[in-house]
């Protein structure tokens, strides 16, 4: 069965430092590949996709994330943390074989020390 | 313009009685989406309708009954509240079901049961 596992619950980084958030999949078939997020008292928001063109994708707020086919890897990175930053991190996964309903991982918060 | 609004924002009622919660979407989708986000941030999803017509339903207690009048709404109507209901449920949209459409997800509603 397809899964997604989000490494760290909780990660913590300092203001200008490099974030990285962690994402793991399983699927036996190219997937299509998300990362949302969730501020505070908010819905999530997608932030980019993977749907198997490019495999480093730009999203919103200077973050990327590149598929890893070998890796059954998907990481989310930004180069300098913003304090603005702070929320939790949702990947999720879908293909044929979840009949494309999207499976999520548990999220990670990302926090940001000034 | 709010494109998936969901009513109320917050709901505070006592065990064993009935609520709805509504939700509208403006983006001409065909695909909505009932979700259900634990105290840990966990997304459960719950039901999904396409184009009126319910096509993923997980196991949730049949307390839970979605409604979709149109394409545009998807309400969700809960029976004999319980309180291990107390969540906060989100409604979501997107233009297909699942493959690489992304989800639009309303602003929440904070369901608690005392």
């Known amino acids: 069965a397809q899964s997604v596992t989000q490494l760290g619950s909780h990660v913590s980084v300092s203001e200008g430092a490099l974030v990285l958030l962690r994402c793991n999949y399983s699927?036996?078939?190219?997937?299509?590949l998300f990362w949302y997020v969730q501020y505070p008292n908010q819905g999530l928001q997608l932030l980019l996709k993977y749907t198997s063109a490019a495999t480093l994708v730009k999203g919103i707020n200077g973050f990327e994330a590149e598929f890893k086919k070998s890796e059954t890897s998907f990481h989310l990175t930004k180069p300098s943390a913003h304090m603005r930053d702070a929320a939790e991190y949702f990947c999720?996964?879908?293909?044929?074989?979840?009949?494309?309903?999207?499976?999520w991982g548990a999220g990670t918060k990302l926090i940001i020390k000034p | 313009d709010t494109a998936v609004s969901q009513t109320p924002k917050y709901l505070v009622t006592q065990m064993g009685n009935d609520k709805s919660i509504k939700c509208e979407q403006n983006l001409g989708h065909d695909t909505m989406y009932w979700y259900k986000q634990d105290s840990k941030k966990f997304l459960k999803i719950m039901f999904s309708?396409?184009?009126?017509?319910?096509?993923i339903n997980e196991t949730v207690p049949n307390r839970f009954s979605p409604k979709s009048p149109d394409k545009a709404h998807l309400n969700l109507h809960i029976n004999s509240l319980e309180l291990g209901d107390s969540a906060v449920y989100f409604c979501?949209?997107?233009?297909?079901?699942?493959?690489?459409?992304?989800?639009?997800f309303g602003q929440g509603t904070r369901l608690t049961v005392v």
């Open positions: 699927s036996s078939v190219p997937p299509y």
């Open positions: 979501a949209s997107s233009q297909a079901p699942g493959g690489g459409w992304e989800a639009f």
């Open positions: 999720a996964v879908s293909d044929r074989g979840s009949n494309y309903q999207l499976i």
């Open positions: 309708y396409n184009n009126k017509e319910l096509i």
